[in-house]
């Protein structure tokens, strides 16, 4: 489905358009609100409510420099994907690791929450998700959420931090980022959504209009229609579903525990041990994972392992571990 509609906008010689075609940008708020809950009141709008990205990583990585901060802090989860923290380095700015609200503003220029996160699949509160919003509002700080996988809840139902519930009436002060190359299995595409208040998205669309940060014009129209597609996404969420279930199963058979995971593509596993020796111990059975190091020192004793190899390669990997 992606690729025929990105084989029909083939014939694309003139510059793509950074704010997003029309079409992209009703379906991104079509998806929102069906899959999210998020209304977006007018994605046509002059100042633009949502925005296509090249990919979420490009994003996650540029944001602080896309919105011209120069001196602070960013405060990022205590363990956390790693571009958060790259892209604080890169502006130039000092990182803060922690999930709670710091007890004053001090030098905090943006925040970075992750739900569900990666690496650990832990779902955010909604009680959580409020006092970050709460807090960034009143320190007029703005709050980013990554919210690329949102659709896989699987112990508990992830909720946006533009939900009406969180945000209130308006998204002022607040982000969302989104991704397909999960849901949509469409990671060569680069394929990403920015949303929330239109006057950081403006910010950030006239930086990055002038940098060249433009997703083609085909990948735009794959975009458009996949975000008006529900079947496809049901459909992979149905796959890694099942890996997850064999794979969970035939950790926990060997005796190691799985923490958090209740959402998104990654089991965050522990056997109460320095993470590199259970890096070991699975590189023996011809398995590899992340280790948990790699997210921050509150990771060390955790692995990573994902959800995004094939059905062949996760049947295997369960064979080893009952072995």
């Known amino acids: 489905m992606l690729s025929t509609a990105l084989a029909a906008a083939g014939d694309s010689p003139g510059y793509p358009t950074a704010l997003g075609t029309a079409e992209l940008r009703t379906a991104?708020?079509?998806w929102l609100e069906r899959r999210l809950g998020v209304r977006?009141?007018?994605p046509l709008a002059a100042d633009p409510p949502v925005i296509p990205t090249v990919g979420s990583k490009e994003l996650v990585a540029l944001l602080p420099t896309l919105l011209g901060l120069r001196t602070g802090t960013v405060v990022i989860p205590e363990v956390a994907y790693p571009t958060y923290e790259v892209g604080a380095v890169v502006a130039g700015l000092s990182v803060l690791r922690s999930d709670v609200p710091p007890a004053e503003p001090g030098d905090v220029v943006l925040v970075w929450i992750n739900s569900p996160g990666n690496p650990h699949g832990r779902v955010l509160s909604d009680d959580e998700l409020r006092r970050w919003a709460a807090w960034g509002r009143e320190h007029g700080v703005p709050v980013v959420a990554d919210e690329c996988y949102a659709v896989f809840g699987w112990e508990a139902e992830p909720r946006s931090l533009l939900h009406p519930e969180i945000a209130g009436g308006d998204h002022t002060g607040l982000l969302a980022v989104h991704s397909l190359s999960k849901q949509s299995t469409a990671a060569?595409?680069?394929a990403g959504l920015l949303c929330g208040d239109p006057a950081l998205?403006?910010?950030i669309w006239d930086v990055r209009r002038h940098l060249g940060l433009l997703v083609p014009g085909p990948v735009?129209?794959?975009?458009a229609a996949a975000l008006a597609?529900?079947?496809?996404?049901?459909?992979?969420r149905e796959r890694y579903r099942a890996r997850r279930e064999r794979l969970a199963a035939a950790v926990r058979g060997t005796g190691a525990r799985i923490d958090a995971s209740e959402a998104g593509l990654y089991l965050w596993v522990t056997r109460d041990e320095d993470c590199w020796t259970t890096i070991d111990w699975l590189?023996?059975?011809?398995i590899v994972a992340a280790p948990g190091s790699f997210y921050g020192p509150a990771g060390a004793r955790h692995v990573r392992m994902a959800l995004t190899a094939s059905d062949e390669r996760?049947?295997?990997?369960?064979?080893?571990?009952a072995g």
């Open 201 to 203: 998205v403006r910010r």
């Open 220 to 223: 735009q129209a794959a975009m």
């Open 314 to 321: 996760i049947d295997a990997a369960v064979e080893r571990l």
């Open 40 to 42: 977006v009141v007018d």
């Open 229 to 236: 597609d529900d079947a496809h996404v049901d459909r992979q």
């Open 283 to 286: 590189a023996g059975l011809g």
């Open 28 to 30: 991104a708020a079509g």
């Open 188 to 190: 060569g595409y680069r």
